[in-house]
């Protein structure tokens, strides 16, 4: 079981950057895999990034480049660099951890969102 707490989000310009960070408590957290997600009213949550336990990483096409996940294992922390930001990127973002131990990824435990709006 592991509970997360996302921080960071707000208000920023076009061309901004914001760091988003997610706060795990609980157990396991090394071993496991996190993501990034965000959703927009009336659309489904979409994966924005990935990293593994082992710290590999996968980005939605629409962020590579200017989005980084990374984690501090250490603090019990992921995090979502996000510069060059653009209006698209207005969602609310939730941070997901998986169950370290199913054969495949599964995202099971969810955070409350936070919202991240980037204006013109």
């Known amino acids: 079981q592991v509970q997360l707490v996302e921080s960071g989000g707000g208000l920023v310009q076009a061309g901004g950057s914001l760091r988003l960070s997610c706060a795990a408590s609980?157990?396991?957290?090394?071993?496991?895999?996190m993501g990034w997600y965000r959703q927009t009213p009336g659309n489904q949550r979409e994966l924005v990034a990935t990293i593994t336990s082992g710290g590999s990483t996968n980005y939605a096409a629409s962020v590579e480049g200017r989005f980084t996940i990374s984690r501090d294992n250490s603090k019990n922390t992921v995090y979502l660099q996000m510069n060059s930001l653009k209006p698209e990127d207005t969602a609310i973002y939730y941070c997901a951890a998986d169950n370290p131990f199913l054969s495949r990824v599964r995202y099971d435990y969810w955070g409350q969102g936070t919202q991240v709006t980037v204006s013109s």
């Open positions: 609980g157990s396991a957290f090394s071993i496991r895999n």
